[in-house]
Nanobody, 124 residues
Framework: QVQLVESGGGLVQAGGSLRLSCAAS????????MGWFRQTPGKERDFVAA????????YYADSMKGRFTISRDNAKNTVFLQMNSLKPEDTAVYYC?????????????????WGQGTQVTVSS
């Protein structure tokens, strides 16, 4: 089992930045693909970004390209999401997820473990 705990969310003005962290425990995540998703009330959980086990490959949803950066520190069992140039439409609960295998999946159903989420609110 892998336990994931997100942190770093909060309230920020449009144009600002936040750095989310996802700390894993229970098992090393060095062999897992890690992803970030986000969800707003009444909507499905949307893909944000994913990173390979080594960190050598990343993939982003189109609306995040150039603004968000996913990274990982396997020695610290932690994954990060640096979010710059934030917009009000980025407001959501952000979730960290882990999946076995090597594919940088964009479907939430393909992830095996989830954190509880951290709220990000961007004011205009």
């Amino acid at each position: 089992q892998v336990q994931l705990v997100e942190s770093g969310g909060g309230l920020v003005q449009a144009g600002g930045s936040l750095r989310l962290s996802c700390a894993a425990s229970g098992r090393t995540i060095s062999s897992y693909v890690m992803g970030w998703f986000r969800q707003t009330p009444g909507k499905e959980r949307d893909f944000v970004a994913a990173i390979s086990w080594s960190g050598g490959s990343t993939y982003y949803a189109d609306s995040m390209k150039g603004r968000f950066t996913i990274s990982r520190d396997n020695a610290k069992n932690t994954v990060f999401l640096q979010m710059n140039s934030l917009k009000p439409e980025d407001t959501a609960v952000y979730y960290c997820a882990a999946r076995r295998g090597t594919v940088l999946a964009v479907e939430s159903r393909r992830y095996d473990y989830w954190g509880q989420g951290t709220q990000v609110t961007v004011s205009s």
